[in-house]
């Protein structure tokens, strides 16, 4: 083996990792970046394309009508049983659909907002997954694997190209909606990449990072002195060892210390003008509005120089009613994920940044009833539907497509190993070269499959 | 293939001077007069592009394979392109040759391609009077070549074998030549019984002594590239004959050529057979020549020339590329009949393979390509026969097979060395000797304060009390370190530390992971793994034990219990999904856990295909999946209110019978709800008897009765089919197939297929990979790196071993010693490498020697143990349910079910880090800031991160404080004096005092926080805990 890797190997195996090493670590890029950030907004549960983006009118036309045997052969569902008791009808959208931008994207009644944005997106049709169940489907979605301890796509990015960021970890996760998503951290894990390319949680209530705040009984000043007391005992210690870990141990104490005085600025939203406040629905503290001010502190964050931004929105995972419940989360969600993207825009920032919205799964043009009176959507993974705005796509242009029924992609299929492949093509990377050797095997993001979506590209 | 001699052509131009050196006008045609050659280049095989014509902007190429060569020319200035290329063309049409093109080309520069049977010609001028000449003479593909050699082997027993040459009057191949012998190797490598002479022949020119000599040098470096690529050196052997078996006469030079060359000869055993006559040798015109001449062939009986003649050319040109002993894709080899007849991963069918052949159905072999009705009527034609074939067609096993790992444990010698006055030990002997040899010195004894710390730590992962160094430092017997390490070996901690090193291997979690991610009962196998360590139950009977305790006779409770190891997988239990998909990854974690934890075997490899590197094959690893395929566990939907069985209930009788009793009453009334359901049609909220149900099933699981039970291993009576998982998809079944273990390591002596067999086969002594893998791991721990340093993967792609001596030494050590982990403990903590100081040195700087100890940082767990300990409030209770010290708010903000946090209070607040409840989803922040392992897969090792994050909750996490508060409190009970007070502390958290520059600089902070109306002495224990060397084991 190459020496340089080996000593890079060894290092990655027993120290010295650090976020700041990481920042100072070269970026090992293996072509033309197209961006520097990705803000990944990761609707969990399987937002349903057919009410949002995927319109159908076909299958309108056989609502209620039983789903014909040859559809169904040999596929599997979540909810076998309820799906095997009784064939499933066919379930047309009672939304209304309106096209809107240059390229004749198609938007619900329930997502006005993006809808105005069309122009910036990429929209993919007939994305196909592996796993019919939320927690393995998430962590496919996120780490290439249904099983959880791979490392997550945050974690290979950062491990690839270390972070911008002096004060900020280079992953960062934000969570909004009534509950956390399934797999909880396993989905942002370094897996067996150092833990330091782990995603760090920041909290929407309290410190925004653990243990940011110092004891209730320490001041500022104090906290510096007892910064600078290490520093100093920490460097005799080394004269006595020789142990060039403690000069990282040093740096990293610092470190701390300047993530405890940017942390709170990162968070203050006092100097954000009202009309940008307004925009995204933005209002600190009150959780219905949790989406809307994590979308603009993954602007801030980004602004600061962070990798890659996460937020999970629950609840999307819509089987017995397509109606109030979807709504909700829709308002959630539309008025901030639209104004993230302009935001960016009007600040130079989209160029650099990529914006991917999705979740781990679509739903069935299938009907699935669970209570009398009320209709929802099992889980779907054939053809669902993502969109991606940013640097070095196609804007405006939609890609793949479904078959009439929205059961099946037509066309060159895409699957989420391909969609890994891509968000790592537009950042430098080539997927098949960013591999990590874990017990005797080089791992990657993509496993063994996964091509870039070259038509989506710019 | 006929030989390719073209005469050369008309010779245009007269020979120039000062070519570039070893460059020579092509055969085919010389050059310009007065034009020197810049360079060339030949290769005895490869692809050339010729020019075959131009449209607009675009030339149309046409590549050619076969020898290349490629000259450069340069020109006297005022040398016209046109000129050049126009005499070319002249000579090329006077010489037959048929005109491909002739013109410019796109970037209008002047060519002619011609061609004249399967010699190619392009000539191309480039700006300024330079040009230059491409020459193809086309050959088949390599491929094809090779199997007409084997053919040729197979019917006449000899083949020609051309382009290998030598240089003139020397041994040294010419590069060119390495096409060729690329080919011989792999032929040699695909028909391993051939044991072959290599032979060197010379011409009549010089004297009879030098040119035995040289024939001898020859046909040692033919050799000598051959066992360069791969070819045992055990099959060769070589001798030089000089001119004395002359083929032809010494007269004119091209009998000379004919001379010189180099043989191959087939060998049985180790009679030689002499090589047949060469007297229908084709012309031949290289310097040195190869012929494969192999005697000695099979009886040549009506089937077995069938064999030779008709089918094996087929197999050998269009299967076993992909299905052979070396390569089973999908399981198949079609290289043995008993191979053919097992079948492959589809199954034992000879009819899979000729429809396949046919290309009937769905697989249509060979990919891409379609045998003639001819060949297939070849292969029908012997499958009717019953596929005769030499037995003794292939003898070796899958490459890797020769594997160091692989081979039995030798239990080596002790190394002499010179400065015998530092060893303590064997295992010194060992390490000195290898010091010796690279002239590195062993670094200096470490100190008693550091010796003591860095054991206690590593034996216990607890730092010693200040009583214990004082007494130790105290100590002036001769055997006080001794005394040390029994008194650590003998201490209830031990049993928790090295059972937590086990923990991680066994990927111990509180919660059964996934999306619901429930707590789960499963700590009193923790438990068992700390008391079988405190008691030193020998390794053997800890691996039976946890692998098949329930299948030993008349199992005991704690034996049972001990097969919770299996059960720590992760299990799935949310809506709607296919339950035998989670089974079958759990069995399949089960496989990789053996693996890794045992064996040091990347089996997860083996689980699509076979394994790229190592000699495991996809049926072998469904081989081992199926010891663990019959477990009770739920495999569908209406198993599911009996999530996580099977487990054993350790409860009085009465306690069982209540548990009982709850369980059927919730069985019958979710039974009156789905019948009640199925008749009723209104809305469900309204109907009485429904709401009745629902609020009766409400309180009984509110009031689930208490009984202890914990997840085990439990056979099913009748065991489940298990099969090879085509491409790893546990829904596309292949052949059936029975528990067995890999056909390269020594066989299971039981055979029944239970786990306890597969258990007494990896504790076999006979078994090399177990104890290897095991003495490595407890190695590593006490060093920081592995004797391998890839403790996982002991296959090809692993790391060597830096001391193998020591290794083997060590593994037939801990056999011999019962394989008791105390004794191994004590070996390693009393010899002198381990007790040598850590301190950095230029000599052996990665310490790659052993030269030195090398400081860690302490293990998540240990850093809290260790802040206990400073802080007196630690509670030595070993064992007991999982407990909830505090957590930031906050933490279950992420997960899917909300979880409470109920903050333990009591003893409980402040037990060692090893017992805080883990929850797969959302881990204990302060465990996974330190790199404990998230318990989704076996972990071996350990990362060691540094990172801001650790600082962070060492300075600010509720529990630091705390531990700082009762740390300065310590301190402050010592009197009022600042200089005793940071004495006490120091000696308290690290067992020394302070220097005297650390002192000053402490004590100047004491006084910033008092002049600053600070409490200084929280603050001061604050740092004291957060120094690198309160992290760090010495």
Redesign the interface.
């Known amino acids: 083996m190459n020496p340089l890797l080996q000593t890079r190997r060894?290092f990655f195996?027993?120290?010295?990792?650090?976020?700041?090493a990481s920042y100072l670590q070269a970026a090992t890029r293996h072509h033309e970046a197209k961006i520097d950030h990705v803000i990944y907004l990761f609707q969990a549960g399987g937002p349903s394309q057919l009410e949002l983006f995927d319109y159908k009118p076909e299958l309108t036309k056989y609502d209620a009508k039983t789903a014909p045997a040859e559809l169904l052969k040999g596929k599997?569902?979540?909810?076998?049983?309820t799906f095997s008791k009784e064939p499933p009808k066919m379930l047309g959208t009672r939304r209304q659909f309106k096209q809107s931008g240059n390229g004749g994207m198609h938007f619900s009644d329930l997502i006005p907002n993006i809808a105005t944005v069309a122009d910036e997106l990429t929209m993919f049709h007939g994305v196909s997954t592996d796993n019919?169940?939320?927690?393995?489907a998430k962590l496919f979605m996120n780490t290439g694997s249904?099983?959880?301890?791979r490392p997550s796509i945050g974690s290979w990015v950062t491990y690839g190209l270390g972070s911008e960021s002096k004060d900020l970890?280079g992953f960062v996760?934000l969570?909004s909606g009534p509950?956390?998503?399934?797999?909880?951290?396993?989905l942002w894990?370094s897996?067996f990449l150092?833990?330091?390319y782990?995603g760090?949680?920041f909290?929407?209530?309290?410190?925004p990072?653990?243990?940011?705040?110092?004891?209730k009984?320490?001041?500022p000043?104090?906290?510096r002195?007892?910064i600078e007391?290490?520093r100093?005992?920490?460097a005799?210690?080394k004269t006595?060892?020789?142990?060039?870990?403690?000069d990282?141990?040093i740096a990293?104490?610092e470190?701390?210390f300047r993530?405890?005085t940017s942390g709170p600025e990162l968070i203050d939203f006092g100097k954000e003008t009202p009309e940008t406040m307004a925009m995204y629905g933005a209002k600190p503290g009150a959780p219905e509005h949790a989406f809307a001010n994590n979308c603009l502190l993954a602007r801030r964050l980004v602004e600061r120089g962070v990798r890659f931004v996460q937020l999970?929105h629950t609840d999307w995972d819509h089987h017995d009613d397509l109606t109030k419940p979807l709504e909700q989360v829709t308002r959630e969600v539309d008025q901030a994920t639209a104004a993230l993207i302009k935001d960016l825009k009007q600040r130079g920032l989209l160029d650099r940044t990529l914006v991917i919205w999705g979740g781990e799964f679509g739903r069935t043009p299938m009907g699935e009833v669970r209570?009398?009176g009320k209709i929802g959507r099992?889980?779907h993974i054939d053809a669902y539907s993502i969109f991606m705005a940013g640097g070095g796509l196609k804007k405006g242009t939609i890609v793949g497509g479904t078959d009439e029924l929205g059961f099946s992609p037509t066309g060159q299929p895409m699957h989420v190993h391909d969609i890994q492949a891509t968000l790592l093509h537009l950042l430098g990377i080539d997927h098949k070269k960013l591999t990590f050797r874990y017990?005797?095997?080089d791992f990657r993001l993509t496993d063994v499959a996964g091509e870039v979506i070259h038509r989506a590209l710019s | 293939m006929a030989p390719i001699v073209i005469a050369p052509l008309l010779l245009v131009f007269a020979q120039a001077a000062e070519d570039a050196a070893g460059c020579r006008d092509s055969a085919l045609l010389t050059r310009k007069t007065g034009c020197l050659i810049e360079s060339c280049s030949r290769k005895d095989f490869d692809a050339a592009s010729m020019l075959t014509g131009r449209t607009n902007g675009n030339e149309t190429l046409k590549d050619i394979e076969g020898k290349t060569e490629e000259i450069f020319y340069l020109c006297p200035s005022g040398t016209s392109g046109l000129e050049i290329v126009r005499n070319i063309a002249g000579a090329l049409k006077s010489a037959g040759f048929q005109m491909i093109f002739e013109g410019k080309d796109v970037d209008k520069e002047h060519a002619v391609t011609g061609r004249k049977g399967s010699a190619w010609l392009m000539a191309r001028t480039n700006s300024e009077g330079r040009y230059h000449l491409t020459t193809v003479i086309e050959q088949a593909m390599r491929q094809e070549l090779a199997a007409q050699w084997e053919a040729a082997i197979g019917t006449s027993g000899r083949a020609v074998i051309k382009g290998i040459e030598c240089e003139i009057a020397s041994a040294r191949i010419r590069p060119e030549s390495e096409a060729v012998l690329q080919r011989v190797a792999q032929m040699l490598a695909s028909n391993p019984s051939w044991r072959m002479r290599v032979e060197g022949h010379t011409d009549g020119t010089g004297s009879r002594a030098a040119n035995g000599k040289l024939s001898a040098a020859r046909a040692a470096s033919v050799m000598a590239w051959l066992i360069g690529h791969g070819i045992a050196s055990s099959r060769l052997t070589h001798e030089g004959f000089g001119d004395t078996r002359p083929l032809a006469a010494n007269t004119t030079e091209a009998g000379r050529a004919h001379k010189r060359r180099v043989e191959f000869a087939r060998m049985e055993s180790t009679r030689f057979h002499n090589t047949r006559k060469f007297d229908k040798m084709s012309v031949v015109d290289r310097i040195c020549l190869i012929f494969v001449a192999v005697t000695g062939l099979m009886a040549q009986s009506p089937d077995a020339q069938f064999f030779e003649v008709q089918v094996r050319p087929i197999l050998r040109a269009n299967c076993w590329g992909c299905h052979s002993e070396a390569n089973t894709t999908s399981g198949l080899s079609l290289q043995t009949r008993e191979s053919i007849l097992r079948g492959g991963n589809r199954g034992p069918s000879v009819d899979i393979i000729l429809n396949a052949a046919r290309h009937v159905g769905d697989l249509k072999m060979p990919p891409n390509k379609k045998l003639t009705s001819e060949q297939v009527a070849v292969i029908e034609k012997w499958a009717a026969a019953g596929l005769p074939m030499p037995e003794n067609l292939v003898k070796s096993k899958r490459p890797g097979a020769s594997h160091w790992a692989f081979q039995p444990v030798v239990r080596p010698g002790l190394p002499t060395v010179s400065n015998a006055g530092w060893v303590r030990n064997d295992i010194d002997r060992f390490i000195l000797a290898k010091m010796e040899a690279s002239h590195v010195a062993p670094s200096a004894e470490a100190d008693r304060i550091t010796l003591l710390r860095r054991l206690s730590l590593d034996l216990t992962g607890l730092p010693p009390t200040v009583e214990e160094f004082k007494q130790f430092v105290a100590d002036k017997s001769t055997d006080a370190y001794q005394k040390q390490v029994e008194r650590l070996l003998a201490s209830k901690h031990y049993g928790e530390r090295w059972g937590r090193h086990w923990l991680d291997i066994a990927r111990y979690a509180d919660s059964d992971g996934y999306t619901i991610d429930a707590p789960r009962d499963i700590w009193m196998y923790r438990d068992w793994v700390i008391e079988a360590t405190n008691q030193d139950k020998p390794f053997n009977e800890f691996v039976i034990e946890q692998m098949a305790g329930d299948q030993l006779p008349n199992p005991t409770v704690p034996q049972l219990v001990a097969t919770g190891f299996h059960r720590n997988t992760t299990s799935n239990y949310e809506g709607g999904i296919d339950f035998e998909q989670y089974r079958v990854e759990a069995v399949a974690d089960r496989v990789a856990t053996t693996g890794a934890a045992f064996l040091g075997l990347t089996l997860g490899c083996a689980r699509c295909h076979d394994h790229k590197y190592d000699p495991v094959s996809q049926r072998e690893y469904y081989q081992l999946f199926a010891y663990f395929n019959n477990t009770d566990e739920v495999d569908k939907e209406a198993e599911r209110k009996f999530f996580n069985k099977p487990f054993l209930e350790i409860g009085s009788e009465s306690e069982k019978a209540e548990f009982a009793e709850w369980q059927q009453k919730i069985i019958n009334a979710e039974e009156r709800m789905r019948k009640r359901l199925e008749t009723y049609s209104g809305d469900p909220t309204k109907d009485e008897t429904l709401v009745g149900i629902e609020k009766e099933l409400a309180t009984l699981r509110r009031n689930k009765p208490k009984l202890p039970r914990t997840m085990i291993m439990k056979d099913l009576a009748e065991r489940r089919p298990a099969y090879i998982h085509l491409g790893g998809d546990f829904m596309r079944k292949g052949a059936a197939v029975e528990p067995g273990v890999p056909g390269f390591l020594p066989q299971a002596g039981n055979s029944s297929g239970t786990r306890l067999a597969l258990a007494q086969w990896l504790v076999d002594p006979k078994n090399p990979l177990t104890p290897r893998v095991t003495v490595n791991r407890v190695w590593q721990k006490y060093f920081g790196r592995g004797i391998v340093d890839s403790e996982s993967d002991f296959g090809t792609q692993g790391d060597k071993p830096t001391h193998p001596e020591l290794l083997d030494w060590l593994a037939s050590e801990f056999i011999a010693k019962g394989w008791s982990q105390k004794a191994l403990h004590r070996l390693i903590v009393t010899s002198a490498t381990y007790r040598q100081a850590s301190t950095a040195r230029t000599a052996d700087p990665e310490n790659k020697l052993f030269s030195r100890q090398n400081r860690l940082r302490l293990d998540a767990e240990v850093i809290r143990d260790a802040s206990l300990v400073a802080s007196g409030l630690f509670a030595p209770k070993v064992g007991g349910p999982s407990v909830y010290p505090p957590q930031p708010a906050g933490v279950y903000q992420v997960t899917q079910v909300r979880r409470e946090w109920k903050t333990s209070t009591g003893e409980d607040r402040y037990r060692r880090g090893m017992y805080t409840f883990f929850q797969r989803s959302a881990p204990h922040p302060s465990l996974i800031v330190f790199d404990a392992p998230d318990s989704s897969v076996s972990c071996t090792r350990r990362n060691r991160s540094n990172t801001p994050l650790q600082a962070l909750t060492q300075l600010n996490d509720e529990a630091s404080a705390e531990f700082a508060q009762a740390l300065a409190k310590r301190m402050t009970s010592v009197g009022e004096s600042d200089s005793a007070r940071l004495t006490a502390g120091y000696e308290i958290a690290l067992g020394r005092a302070p220097r005297a520059d650390e002192k000053d600089r402490f004590l100047r902070f004491v006084r910033v926080q008092r002049d600053s109306q600070q409490e200084p002495w929280v603050a001061v224990a604050r740092v004291l805990i957060n120094l690198d060397e309160f992290l760090t084991r010495p």
Request: aromatic share 6%; charged share 20%.
């Open positions: 060894h195996r027993n120290s010295s990792l650090s976020l700041a599997r569902f979540a909810f076998m049983d019919f169940n939320h927690g393995p249904v099983r959880a301890g970890p996760v969570q509950r956390g998503p399934r797999s909880g951290a396993q894990s897996g150092p833990t330091s782990q760090v949680p909290r929407s209530t309290g410190d990072i653990l243990n940011l705040s110092t004891p009984h320490v001041t000043d104090q906290q002195q007892t007391l290490l100093d005992l920490n005799i210690e006595h060892t020789g142990d060039t870990e403690i990282t141990r990293q104490y470190m701390a993530m405890q999970y209570e009398k099992n889980h017990q005797g095997r």
